[in-house]
């Protein structure tokens, strides 16, 4: 019912459109002031509506940030496709064509591929990822493992594998500049933050997980640098109130943080849940310059 229900507002949105012409139309012909001042401001949230839905949920821009961390690299993260109800192969193509662009030494994906997709699409909305020249590594997010929605791992994981994305969990690979840590979803019970143990504060480790609550189970400051998504940056990003809807536990956002055990660095996202519709939060790709 639920899924019904966001479908409806998807396809109901283009009434925006006739909406804000009438809106229009009626601020031109009353000539009461408060008739006036009412259609105009209803032109005004219907046109905002419609650059919601329709223009910047397809702006993808990219942010550039240095963070200190003793050591250099420059990664692409990525998080928050959300590919399936309200978007789809194009949206991953463009992404893929912004990530072909940029120089960097490895693309960083924080989880979330999906959003309550076909399974049989699977294949066909992630092949674009296989013309990614420079080495990807990710995990899985809380969409892609039925928290909410359906179990995908076992149709999601071959996918990206066949398109040379590395998906692992709770597993490490030595690259030249650090070592990795891939950190499993947090909301099922498998962030095994006991990895860290392996390693000390002299060396160089940055950990990728999905939801940035998982900083909050660290013993340890091992971690220079935590590398997340899942909080979206707020989707409809208000003043005083996208904060109240960000699923975290803590007070997490985007962007760069020093956390008690760690920097952590959380990746607005590229896609859409609940509402097919983005405001003032454009998806974005994060160029990380570690120095």
Not at 201 to 218: A, E, I, M, Q, S
Not at 221 to 248: E, M, S
């Amino acid at each position: 019912m639920l899924q019904i229900f966001k479908l409806a507002l998807y396809f109901g949105s283009f009434l925006l459109f006739p909406l804000a012409w009438y809106a229009l139309y009626f601020f031109i012909k009353q000539r009461k002031p408060w008739k006036r001042i009412f259609s105009l401001t209803c032109f005004v949230l219907f046109m905002l509506g419609i650059w919601g839905r329709f223009v910047e949920p397809h702006v993808i821009v990219t942010h550039h940030t240095k963070i200190d961390v003793g050591f250099e690299s420059t990664i692409a993260l990525v998080a928050d496709f959300h590919l399936g109800m309200f978007q789809g192969r194009r949206h991953m193509d463009a992404i893929v064509e912004k990530l072909q662009n940029l120089d960097v030494d490895m693309i960083l994906i924080a989880g979330d591929f999906t959003y309550w997709p076909d399974k049989d699409d699977i294949p066909y909305l992630f092949e674009s990822l296989g013309l990614l020249e420079v080495p990807v590594y990710a995990v899985l997010g809380n969409h892609d493992v039925e928290r909410p929605g359906e179990f995908l791992k076992d149709v999601l994981v071959p996918t990206l594998e066949n398109n040379n994305v590395m998906v692992l969990q709770n597993h490490y690979v030595e690259l030249p500049e650090f070592t990795l840590l891939w950190l499993g979803s947090h909301m099922n019970g498998n962030d095994d933050i006991s990895l860290l143990d392996n390693y000390s504060t002299g060396d160089n480790v940055v950990v990728l997980t999905h939801n940035p609550d998982t900083t909050l189970r660290y013993t340890n400051n091992i971690a220079d640098l935590t590398l997340a998504g899942h909080t979206h940056g707020g989707q409809i990003r208000l003043p005083f109130v996208y904060k109240r809807v960000i699923p975290t536990q803590w007070d997490f956002d985007r962007d760069l943080t020093q956390e008690k055990n760690t920097q952590l660095f959380v990746t607005a996202w590229l896609g859409m849940t609940w509402l097919p519709m983005r405001l003032f939060n454009p998806p974005v790709i994060d160029v990380l310059h570690l120095q």
